[in-house]
């Protein structure tokens, strides 16, 4: 019970770590290009999180290890094609339609689990997705090519949709491991395609070593470990504050200036926090460990 109602703050916390770590990158990546970046900080963050437990080597085996596989896979893809949706759109479309994840995963728990989704979540979900498009987008458009970062946010769902299916009575620490080990590798051996470029300076080096540890190693490890005790939806939902935190942490930073659609977007997506963990009748089965297929 302790641990379900602790994780939604603790998936908070990783939306800020996530949203401190965009700004962060926003400098790092002029100087080394983002598949070299991603690799390096994929790698390190695999590396700290084996010397921290090495023992954890020893768990890397028989179905632990194909589910991180495949979770990695789907990880390791949705970053790929974010990359690719940055260069042919804008950092705030990319933003949002990455964002659709929040849609995505419900419509995945409801189509592959045959799974009801309460009215609360859908409500959240609306709200949600508005608040991403009040803070994300200006302007109104659409062009194929931004189909990529469609692409990119259905497999960061189906991420977020395997974790919850997969997660439950694993090791999160070892199931972590592996698919940052995948998303290193995917990454690194793509950098080295064109060759690869070491990241420059102190600000480069910072960059790397604040996203590998806080915003990868730690920050997916607490994904995965709620996601073993979480409904999908919800946890889409949580995460999609790392907009709100990117927003706040660019206007301190004095990368961006606040706007009014921010702020409504902010309290949109306030409100849909709030909107699915409104006390019902129901609130004590919300508490419940998530319960996987069974294979």
Known sequence: MKSARFAPLALIAVAAVWGGAFVLMKDAIETQPLYDFLGTRFMLATVVMIAAKPKVL????????????????????????????????????????????????????????????????????????????????????????????????????LHIFGLSVWSPGEDPYALTVIQLAVVGVL?????????????????????????????????????????????SSRVSIYLTFEVVFTAIIAVWAGQEVLQPKTVIGGILLFASMLVVEWPTKKSKEALVPYEPMQH
């Open 58 to 157: 020893g768990r890397l085996r028989g179905q632990l290890l194909y589910k991180g596989i495949g979770l990695g896979l789907l990880l390791g893809i949705a970053y790929v094609t974010q990359t690719i949706g940055l260069a042919v759109t804008t950092a705030a479309i990319t933003g949002f339609l990455t964002g659709l994840y929040v849609v995505f995963v419900p419509l995945l728990t409801w189509a592959l689990l045959r799974k009801r989704i309460s009215r609360q979540v859908i409500a959240g979900v609306v709200l949600a997705t508005g608040g991403l498009a009040f803070i994300s987008i200006n302007g109104v458009s659409f062009e194929s090519a931004q189909l990529w970062v469609v692409v990119c946010g259905l497999f960061f769902a």
């Open 187 to 231: 990454c690194t051996f793509i950098s080295f395609t064109d060759g690869y470029t070491a990241p420059v300076g102190f600000n480069g080096w910072f960059a790397i070593v604040f996203t590998a540890v806080l915003s990868t190693a730690v920050a997916f490890f607490v994904q995965t470990w709620a996601q073993g005790i979480m409904d």
